[in-house]
């Protein structure tokens, strides 16, 4: 596969540094009830010698910003908290929670990401979801680094041109090889691809390698059970080698990553891909959902 001109240090020759990783870290337990910061103190132990940062999606669901924050910071983790601005209701409510308790626990707070793929799914344009981030910003005093998170296309194609240049402090850009239909052994090829097609355009609007947006992959992971999804073949195996070849190797070029996802949620329904077709989407995590180890997560 043709790998696509890099302008950030993703580029062995210009590394000095290994990239940082976090996890994606649901708000819910194994039944689908929600979690408590008790919950969240047993996640950070189980994740406290891999990573020390952690991803939400919505800061009022579950109650997550006033039941993760503390346990956070007890447990020296930081969280980037999310808001879903879908619909006005979630947006409200989750703004409401991260200016409560952002302030509260300035430290642990590592950014605020609004949207999670709105951009992919058609819910906002560049310039609508750039308005509701500035909202955001404003709205936290301009004291948070405030971005979103989407696939990794939306920033290939010019569709976030607009956050871009608009001033967003951060983008997370999603970037899945099982979602494309890969083998195995395309995977990382077609990973490395992607995060170097959307860096590299992000870079080239913004006009500098070293100013812009702080650039990170916002999930990337393979999963260990369910159905196969083209030619994806779920596994544990499957999922070591990719954490191995993908994840620790893009780590290693000094791109920053967070692995979707931490644990398995088995309450979750099933998905369904670009093709239609609907696939397993409760054995993603790195660990099970007891907090077990599936696999050696050291690179």
Same mark, same amino acid.
């Given at each position: *596969?043709?790998?696509?001109?890099?302008?950030?240090?993703?580029?062995?020759?210009?590394?000095?540094?290994?990239?940082?990783?976090?996890?994606?870290?649901?708000?819910? !337990?194994?039944?689908?009830?929600?979690?408590?910061?008790?919950?969240?103190?047993?996640?950070?132990?189980?994740?406290?010698?891999?990573?020390? /940062?952690? &991803?939400?999606?919505?800061?009022?669901?579950?109650?997550?910003?006033?039941?993760? /924050?503390?346990?956070? !910071?007890?447990?020296?983790?930081?969280?980037?908290?999310?808001?879903?601005?879908?619909? #006005?209701?979630?947006?409200?409510?989750?703004?409401?929670?991260?200016?409560?308790?952002?302030?509260?626990?300035?430290?642990?707070?590592?950014?605020?990401?609004?949207?999670?793929?709105? *951009?992919?799914?058609? @819910?906002?344009?560049?310039?609508? /979801?750039? #308005? !509701?981030?500035?909202?955001?910003?404003?709205?936290?005093?301009?004291?948070?680094?405030?971005?979103?998170? #989407?696939?990794?296309?939306?920033?290939?194609?010019?569709?976030?041109?607009?956050?871009?240049? =608009?001033?967003?402090?951060?983008?997370?850009? @999603?970037?899945?090889?099982?979602?494309?239909?890969?083998?195995?052994?395309?995977?990382?090829?077609?990973?490395?691809?992607?995060? *170097?097609?959307?860096?590299?355009?992000?870079?080239?609007?913004?006009?500098?390698?070293?100013?812009?947006?702080?650039?990170?992959?916002?999930?990337?992971?393979?999963?260990?059970? =369910?159905?196969?999804?083209? @030619?994806?073949?779920?596994?544990?195996?499957?999922?070591?080698?990719?954490?191995?070849?993908?994840?620790?190797?893009?780590?290693?070029? =000094?791109? @920053?990553?967070?692995?979707?996802?931490?644990?398995?949620?088995?309450?979750?329904?099933?998905?369904?891909?670009?093709?239609?077709?609907?696939?397993?989407?409760?054995?993603?995590?790195?660990?099970?959902?007891? &907090?077990?180890?599936?696999?050696?997560?050291?690179?």
């Amino acid at each position: *596969m043709h790998l696509s001109t890099l302008l950030l240090a993703t580029a062995p020759a210009l590394v000095s540094a290994r990239g940082s990783l976090g996890f994606a870290l649901g708000d819910k !337990k194994a039944d689908g009830t929600c979690k408590f910061q008790a919950d969240y103190t047993a996640d950070f132990a189980t994740l406290g010698g891999t990573s020390k /940062l952690v &991803r939400g999606y919505a800061a009022s669901d579950c109650n997550t910003a006033q039941e993760i /924050l503390p346990a956070a !910071k007890a447990a020296g983790f930081q969280v980037i908290l999310g808001i879903w601005p879908d619909t #006005d209701e979630s947006y409200n409510e989750d703004l409401a929670a991260v200016v409560k308790y952002a302030p509260q626990y300035a430290d642990q707070v590592y950014a605020i990401t609004v949207g999670s793929e709105t *951009m992919y799914r058609g @819910n906002f344009t560049g310039s609508q /979801l750039l #308005d !509701k981030i500035n909202d955001v910003k404003t709205a936290l005093g301009g004291n948070f680094k405030v971005g979103t998170a #989407d696939s990794w296309n939306k920033y290939q194609d010019g569709t976030a041109d607009p956050l871009i240049k =608009g001033g967003a402090d951060i983008l997370l850009c @999603n970037a899945f090889s099982y979602w494309q239909g890969q083998t195995i052994a395309n995977s990382t090829g077609s990973f490395f691809d992607d995060v *170097m097609q959307a860096f590299g355009h992000i870079q080239e609007v913004a006009g500098s390698t070293t100013t812009g947006p702080e650039l990170w992959v916002g999930e990337v992971g393979w999963p260990t059970a =369910g159905s196969t999804y083209q @030619n994806a073949v779920p596994g544990t195996s499957n999922a070591q080698t990719f954490w191995q070849k993908g994840i620790c190797g893009i780590l290693d070029w =000094g791109v @920053n990553v967070f692995s979707f996802e931490a644990f398995d949620e088995p309450w979750k329904p099933v998905s369904t891909g670009q093709d239609g077709s609907v696939a397993d989407e409760t054995h993603w995590g790195v660990w099970n959902a007891d &907090r077990s180890s599936k696999y050696s997560v050291s690179c």
